[in-house]
């Protein structure tokens, strides 16, 4: 089975599945003719294993425990150890949020400092707020896949305009016409490719699965 088969029926994205591979979480084996990865129903079941804890939020950490012949009842007890202190924390998110809520405060009134130092000694007794900054920088994320495959478009666009006029302008020393079209060929289907990495490229962000993967 190949990966494009295993990420349609397992629903985990290939760089999820590689991401894993690299974290010896799962290891598939080799086809001797053409030395591809080769995928079956055990390695299936496993990344189902894997999706199934990760949906949880059980960290990889402890997966590898796990498949190391750890119990789930064992890894479910520390998870819950940890659920357990987010939910404090979330509490504590959800007491400030309602004392802000109680003072009808307009934001550029707000002492900002004394709510930060106030935040900063919850931490230090173990309470987590959430931080959406990594958050922010996901529309640079899209800015920087979109101007990179429009220059690389604009480009091959360009070339293939260059060699159309070249054609048209001396027909008497212009190549033949197959050669043209393979010529032309060439860049069009870079662009194609170009566009496609791009909108696969949309869609990473948008789940942000690697780099959830990558948190743990």
């Keep these: 089975m190949k990966i494009n088969e295993v990420e349609a029926q397992v629903g985990i994205t290939k760089k999820n599945i590689r991401f894993y591979e690299e974290q010896g979480l ?3 084996r080799r086809n001797s003719e053409n030395g591809y990865r080769d995928y079956g129903e055990n390695e299936v079941a496993v990344l189902r294993q894997i999706k199934l804890m990760r949906k949880l939020g059980v960290p990889l950490e402890e997966i590898r425990r796990m498949q190391a012949g750890g119990t789930v009842a064992d890894g479910m007890r520390r998870h819950l150890v940890t659920l357990e ?6 509490e504590q998110s959800i007491l400030l949020c309602q004392r802000l809520k109680d003072r ?3 934001l550029e009134t707000l002492d900002a400092a004394a709510l930060l130092e106030e935040m900063d000694k919850l931490e230090q007794t173990g309470t987590i707020f959430q931080d959406r900054q990594k958050q922010d920088l996901k529309p640079v994320r899209y800015v920087g896949a979109v101007v ?11 070339l293939i305009v260059l060699m159309v ?3 048209t302008s ?3 020393d212009a190549p033949p016409m ?14 194609l490719g170009v566009l496609l990495a791009l909108f696969q490229r949309i869609k990473e962000i948008q789940k942000g699965e690697e780099d ?3 948190n743990y």
């Excluded at 990179?148 to 360009?158: S, V």
């Design 170 to 172: 001396d027909p008497a």
């Design 104 to 106: 009808e405060e307009r």
């Design 85 to 90: 202190r987010e939910q404090k924390s979330l």
């Design 212 to 214: 959830d993967a990558k």
């Design 165 to 167: 006029w070249g054609f």
């Design 178 to 191: 197959a050669l043209l079209v393979v010529m032309i060929a060439i860049p069009g289907v870079i662009i």
């Design 26 to 28: 799962l290891s598939p």
């Design 148 to 158: 990179m495959a429009l220059l690389t478009t604009a480009l091959m666009a360009a």
